[in-house]
């Protein structure tokens, strides 16, 4: 889908977004990956480095596994979130890291430490399938939502996000049951959670998102 600043119109699926939306909507064209990083409030990793959006580099297949290039390790080091520049599962991404910025540094900081619980800078590749708590962190990133005491839902998933923009068909969704209704109060609980170690339900309890 071409760019669109009016995306969301009428869905009150991305009502989440609408503050981190807000300097890009009267953009005629894609905002750039520098246009992102101007309004992108101080943020940094676990690891201590202010985290901004960088063009993602082609992916160099053959050589030995360098663990500074890998997303997550990236992420946590260096601060830097790889990115396409006008691709909107990466700009809802971006948009996702501005409205739950305490999550997705959680989520980071916890992948990270699976990446390295199974990868050490000897190796010549990667392993060839994730750990199950990768994928479920992956789950969680990017099909996660969130529900209120109220009932209400909140995406947290980038991937839902795009799903719903681009190819508006039912989506599934992995919950989180929060006990909190206030957006930064809920971002603070989730980060919480999954700073606590523990573990995320496989089981756990799911929907459909219909547009």
Same mark, same amino acid.
């Given at each position: 889908?071409?760019?669109?600043?009016?995306?969301?119109?009428?869905?009150?699926?991305?009502?989440?977004?609408?503050?981190?939306?807000?300097?890009?909507?009267?953009?005629?064209?894609?905002?750039?990956?520098?246009?992102?990083?101007?309004?992108?409030?101080?943020?940094?990793?676990?690891?201590?480095?202010?985290?901004?959006?960088? $063009?993602?580099? *082609?992916?160099? @297949?053959? &050589?030995?596994? !360098? %663990?500074?290039? =890998?997303? +997550? /390790?990236?992420?946590?080091? #260096?601060?830097?979130?790889?990115?396409?520049?006008?691709?909107?599962?990466?700009?809802?991404?971006?948009?996702?890291?501005?409205?739950?910025?305490?999550?997705?540094?959680?989520?980071?900081?916890?992948?990270?430490?699976?990446?390295?619980?199974?990868?050490?800078?000897?190796? $010549?590749?990667? *392993?060839?399938? @994730?750990? &199950?708590?990768? !994928? %479920?962190?992956? =789950?969680? +990133? /990017?099909?996660?939502?969130? #529900?209120?005491?109220?009932?209400?839902?909140?995406?947290?998933?980038?991937?839902?996000?795009?799903?719903?923009?681009?190819?508006?068909?039912?989506?599934?969704?992995?919950?989180?049951?929060?006990?909190?209704?206030?957006?930064?109060?809920?971002?603070?609980?989730?980060?919480?959670?999954?700073?606590?170690?523990?573990?995320?339900?496989?089981?756990?309890?799911?929907?459909?998102?219909?547009?």
């Amino acid at each position: 889908m071409d760019w669109s600043p009016s995306f969301d119109r009428g869905q009150r699926w991305f009502d989440p977004l609408r503050e981190a939306m807000a300097p890009f909507r009267e953009h005629a064209r894609w905002p750039t990956i520098d246009e992102w990083n101007a309004v992108f409030p101080p943020l940094s990793s676990r690891g201590g480095a202010p985290i901004r959006f960088v $063009r993602q580099p *082609p992916k160099r @297949r053959g &050589r030995p596994v !360098d %663990l500074d290039t =890998i997303y +997550d /390790e990236r992420i946590y080091v #260096r601060g830097e979130v790889p990115s396409r520049p006008e691709n909107w599962h990466d700009f809802f991404n971006m948009l996702v890291w501005c409205t739950f910025p305490k999550t997705k540094v959680a989520i980071n900081a916890r992948q990270r430490a699976a990446l390295r619980a199974r990868v050490d800078p000897t190796m $010549r590749r990667l *392993p060839s399938a @994730r750990s &199950r708590e990768q !994928d %479920l962190l992956a =789950i969680l +990133d /990017e099909g996660g939502a969130i #529900r209120r005491p109220d009932g209400t839902l909140l995406i947290l998933g980038h991937a839902i996000y795009e799903h719903l923009a681009c190819n508006p068909v039912p989506v599934h969704a992995y919950l989180y049951l929060s006990r909190a209704t206030a957006l930064d109060e809920i971002d603070a609980e989730l980060a919480a959670f999954l700073d606590s170690g523990a573990p995320l339900d496989e089981n756990g309890p799911s929907m459909t998102i219909t547009p």
